[in-house]
Nanobody, 116 residues
Framework: QVQLVESGGGLVQAGGSLRLSCAASVSLNLMGWYRQAPGKQRELVAT???????NYADAMKGRFTISRDNDKNTVYLQMNSLKPEDTAVYYCKASPYRSFNFLEYWGQGTQVIVSS
């Protein structure tokens, strides 16, 4: 059973930073972060493959940085200059394939609250 365990969420003031981590129980090719704000659909934040190629949602470019440590099977999300609208549950998503279309795993989510 593949497990994804997120950590690093919390309460932060606007303009602050947080670093989320997601540790996988096995090596996975494609890893990423999604988020879901109250009353909204879950949306892509960023993805990264085992080779380090990244993909960001346009709204996340510049403030968020995704990275990974393949030796630790862990993906990170560095979030800077946080805004109240970044408040959401952030989910880790991963797949052993190059795409999420065939098989995907989700973490349980970690809450991020940005106060104004």
């Amino acid at each position: 059973q593949v497990q994804l365990v997120e950590s690093g969420g919390g309460l932060v003031q606007a303009g602050g930073s947080l670093r989320l981590s997601c540790a996988a129980s096995v090596s996975l090719n494609l890893m990423g972060w999604y988020r879901q704000a109250p009353g909204k659909q879950r949306e892509l934040v960023a993805t990264i493959n085992s080779g380090g190629t990244t993909n960001y949602a346009d709204a996340m470019k510049g403030r968020f940085t995704i990275s990974r440590d393949n030796d630790k099977n862990t993906v990170y999300l560095q979030m800077n200059s946080l805004k109240p609208e970044d408040t959401a549950v952030y989910y880790c998503k991963a797949s052993p394939y190059r795409s999420f279309n065939f098989l995907e795993y989700w973490g349980q989510g970690t809450q991020v609250i940005v106060s104004s």
